[in-house]
């Protein structure tokens, strides 16, 4: 299967240390320090989260949230630039009366959307 040996990753720098890094490693590590590829890439990634409030009851509360994950994706080879690509994630939820089971939903979206940027970031370094 040529798909195997079409490209590592070389380096990974996060512009902003965060606890959801390792999340966007951990999808990548598969193709991190691989011998013998086509290809060999370093990745420069900038990551943003935003939570926002989408609606809010006649009392001012929130009733909806907005969270949005944006990630700036620079990809490297040979020191040279071969992309600057931005993904973008959004999901909207209600409101929770137990802000302790709604952060740990929060936590949930967030890592689902993280992971659906890292499937898009490995089939953009595919198709580089």
């Given at each position: 299967?040529d798909e195997n040996?079409y490209f590592?990753?070389e380096n990974?720098?996060?512009v902003?240390?965060?606890?959801?890094?390792?999340?966007?490693?951990?999808?990548?590590?598969n193709?991190?320090?691989?011998d013998?590829?086509?290809?060999?890439?370093?990745?420069?990634i900038?990551i943003?989260?935003?939570k926002s409030?989408?609606?809010?009851n006649?009392q001012?509360?929130?009733?909806?949230?907005?969270?949005?994950i944006?990630l700036n994706?620079n990809?490297f080879?040979n020191?040279i630039?071969?992309?600057?690509?931005?993904?973008n994630?959004?999901?909207?939820?209600?409101n929770?009366s137990n802000?302790?089971?709604?952060?740990?939903y929060e936590?949930?979206i967030?890592?689902?959307?993280?992971?659906?940027?890292?499937?898009d970031?490995?089939?953009h370094?595919?198709?580089?």
């Amino acid at each position: 299967n040529d798909e195997n040996n079409y490209f590592s990753i070389e380096n990974v720098v996060f512009v902003k240390q965060k606890s959801f890094n390792k999340l966007i490693l951990n999808k990548l590590k598969n193709y991190i320090d691989s011998d013998n590829k086509i290809k060999k890439f370093s990745l420069n990634i900038d990551i943003a989260v935003n939570k926002s409030v989408k609606s809010k009851n006649k009392q001012g509360n929130p009733e909806i949230y907005s969270m949005n994950i944006v990630l700036n994706l620079n990809v490297f080879e040979n020191n040279i630039s071969k992309s600057n690509v931005k993904f973008n994630e959004n999901f909207e939820y209600s409101n929770q009366s137990n802000k302790f089971n709604l952060k740990q939903y929060e936590n949930n979206i967030q890592t689902n959307l993280l992971n659906k940027i890292s499937e898009d970031i490995i089939k953009h370094l595919y198709a580089l």
